[in-house]
Structures are given as structure tokens and as C-alpha cells.
């Protein structure tokens, strides 16, 4: 079993910046990619990477979105400055992971709330 877990979310202010964090856990064989999706209230792309550095981002957060990996600690992270209102939503880590058991699977932490005030 794999496990995803997030944290960093908040409540900050529009101009602000957070880093959310998540960390992938379990019999990992390996790992192909790594993103944040955002659900408010349809669950989109916010932005992924791949283990070997190659990123993508949704249109609406390029330029003040960061995504990130480390490898070696199977963590991912998503630095957002400039934080707008409509950032606002519960952001869900997701990683594509190769397990002992199951092969490749897509798996989603529990989820983390990040709310965006003006």
C-alpha cells in the first residue's frame, strides 16, 4: 500500500505566498510523476512533474506556481506566490507509483485546505 500525505495549507491573504508539501510512503517500487490538483468544486490540474524534472502547469498559475520534487525523499512540493481568491480549494497530492503488489497505480493524499482571503 502506498500512502500520500500533504500539509502546508492555510489561510493567508491575496499577495501572500505558501508551500504545500506531500510525501509518498509504502512499498514504492518507484515513482514516474508527482502534481497537485485543486478541487473547487471539479478537481483540476494545478500543476505535475515527473521524476526526471519535466513540469506542466495549469494556465491560471503559471508564472506564480513552483512545483517541485526530491527524489530521494519521494516528496513533492508546490511553492504559490501571489496567491489570488480564486486559488481558494482543497489542493490533493497525487503521485503516479509503482508498488510491489498492484504495479502502477494513480494514488491522492487525504487532501489540504487552502483558503485565499481579499
Known amino acids: 500500500q502506498v500512502q500520500l500525505v500533504e500539509s502546508g495549507g492555510g489561510l493567508v491573504q491575496a499577495g501572500e505566498s505558501l508551500r504545500l508539501s506531500c510525501v509518498a510512503s509504502?512499498?514504492?517500487?518507484?515513482?514516474?510523476?508527482m502534481g497537485w490538483a485543486r478541487q473547487a468544486p471539479g478537481r483540476d490540474l494545478v500543476a505535475r512533474t515527473t521524476t526526471g524534472g519535466l513540469t506542466d502547469y495549469a494556465d491560471s498559475v503559471k508564472g506564480r506556481f513552483t512545483i517541485s520534487i526530491d527524489n530521494g525523499r519521494n516528496t513533492v512540493y508546490l511553492q504559490m506566490n501571489s496567491l489570488k481568491p480564486e486559488d481558494t480549494g482543497v489542493y490533493y497530492c497525487?503521485?503516479?507509483?509503482?508498488?510491489?503488489?498492484?504495479?502502477?497505480?494513480?494514488?491522492w493524499g487525504q487532501g489540504t485546505q487552502v483558503t485565499v482571503s481579499s
Open positions: 509504502g512499498n514504492i517500487v518507484s515513482i514516474n510523476a
Open positions: 497525487y503521485g503516479n507509483v509503482r508498488d510491489y503488489a498492484l504495479g502502477w497505480r494513480d494514488y
